[in-house]
């Protein structure tokens, strides 16, 4: 079996409402070029169960460990097989065709320096999240663990591990559709204000961008 070039890093927790959504949105975007790794902070709802048969059936590589989501995130970083690493997708979100065209941007214009493009997607949430949007990054897994490291916290530490990149203005693109660029609060206002203080804020509209374009539905 060959290498992976894409690990796709999951964090679970008491996921079990949305997780079968969630990888049934997954699972039909991947192929061999991925792997999936789950870190799971010892669920108890079901969700678990399934996560063992997925694992069983060489769907995922499952790693169970009490843990923050921060320290979930680190442990399947480092545990990844793959080049780049796919992060912050999360099991009570649906990623739809998001994955797939996100990775086909990062084949296009991709590069080493700037090392890190970052998407942002409002549509197809699920209940969890009712008013956050899907969010992903994608990075060369070397440059990550010798740049950073995700802190040991439940929330907020999406902003604070990229801290590195953003400084340095190592962050390449920041992707932002019409929706989720309307939320006010959560995590999309927190990244829009980090890079805004680094003067690093690169906003496209789906509509009309020619990359934008191709992260549409």
């Not at 999936?36 to 995922?60: H, K, P, T, Y």
């Not at 309307?182 to 990359?211: A, D, E, H, P």
């Amino acid at each position: 079996m060959s290498k992976p070039r894409y690990s796709i890093c999951v964090t679970t927790y008491q996921a079990g409402k949305t997780i079968r959504t969630f990888f049934n949105s997954l699972l039909n975007q991947i192929d061999d070029r991925f792997e999936i790794i789950v870190v799971d902070n010892f669920s108890s709802d079901g969700s678990e169960v399934f996560l063992q048969s997925l694992a069983e059936r060489g769907l995922i590589r499952l790693i169970r460990r009490k843990c923050s989501r921060g320290l979930g995130r680190q442990i399947a970083a480092e545990s990844a097989f793959g080049e780049v690493l796919i992060q912050q997708i999360d099991a009570d979100q649906v990623y739809d065709k998001f994955l797939k065209n996100a990775v086909e941007v990062f084949e296009m214009e991709s590069s080493r320096d700037p090392e890190v493009l970052l998407f942002v997607k409002g549509k197809k949430r699920t209940h969890v999240f009712e008013r956050e949007p899907a969010v992903t990054t994608l990075v060369y897994k070397d440059i990550f663990l010798s740049k950073t490291r995700w802190p040991e916290i439940n929330y907020g530490e999406d902003v604070h591990v990229y801290e590195p990149f953003i400084r340095e203005s190592h962050v390449k693109y920041l992707f932002v559709d019409e929706y989720a660029h309307q939320l006010k609060g959560g995590i999309v206002l927190r990244l829009i204000n980090s890079f805004t203080n680094y003067q690093q804020l690169f906003m496209f509209r789906f509509q009309g961008s020619r990359l934008g374009g191709r992260l549409g539905n």
